[in-house]
């Protein structure tokens, strides 16, 4: 049963510190996204990745947040330093291959609060 | 701004009856609708999607209707059941390979 896996599912720190998040797409996916979903604006697309290649990251601060993918089988998402305002739960999905628009599947998602 | 809007935060429906969840977008350009149905401490998952060429697509109990001159988009569950109570997103692509999700709308069917 292939799935989207995050980790770690929970990180409680404190403000300043990095936080690195850690997604496994699904094997043979080409296509990875990270959200974040807050009470206040619901699922916000962060960035995207196709081939491993930056698509799109507009939705994503850049002054302290980066996402990369190292391999085929692993995206980061990073935040230096953290604030109390990027407490959320943050949502990896990966895509089939073939046009973008092709179904995403999430993983369960790795729930921050920062202090 | 929010380019695809979901109004009613809740809904509330019986057993065996249709729940009605709607989606209102700005964007002409988009091209590809979707709906995604989340439960607490989980991912979204697919539930069902649209192309901007037609105008309503089936699977089983879930109905979308596409009204691209009023830029909304439903999502008809018939008949309802508890196991649809959750949180519903609807979403969509657009030129230049932009998403947007909305901000869902939390249904209970009450047995």
């Known amino acids: 049963d292939a799935r989207v896996t995050q980790t770690p599912r929970h990180k409680v720190t404190e403000m300043g510190q990095e936080v690195t998040m850690r997604c496994q797409p699904i094997l043979g996916h080409n296509t990875v996204f990270w959200y974040r979903q807050t009470m206040m604006q619901g699922l916000e697309l962060l960035a995207y990745f196709r081939n491993r290649a930056p698509l799109d990251d507009s939705g994503m601060p850049k002054d302290r947040f980066s996402a990369e993918m190292p391999d085929a089988t692993l995206a980061t998402l990073k935040i230096q330093p953290s604030e109390p305002r990027d407490s959320a739960v943050y949502f990896c999905?990966?895509?089939?291959?073939?046009?973008?628009?092709?179904?995403?599947?999430f993983g369960p998602g790795t729930r921050l609060l920062v202090l | 701004d929010q380019q695809v809007k979901q109004n009613s935060p809740s809904l509330s429906v019986q057993e065996g009856r249709i729940s009605i969840l709607n989606c209102d977008y700005t964007n002409s350009m988009f091209d590809y609708f979707l709906w995604y149905k989340k439960y607490p401490a989980e991912g979204p998952t697919f539930l069902i999607s649209i192309s901007s060429i037609k105008d309503k697509n089936e699977d089983g109990r879930f109905t979308v209707f596409l009204n691209k001159s009023a830029k909304h988009l439903s999502l008809h569950i018939v008949p309802s059941q508890p196991g649809d109570s959750a949180v519903y997103f609807c979403a969509a692509w657009g030129s230049g390979n932009q998403f947007y999700f909305g901000t869902g709308t939390s249904l209970t069917v009450i047995p």
């Open positions: 999905a990966s895509g089939s291959p073939g046009h973008i628009q092709e179904t995403q599947y």
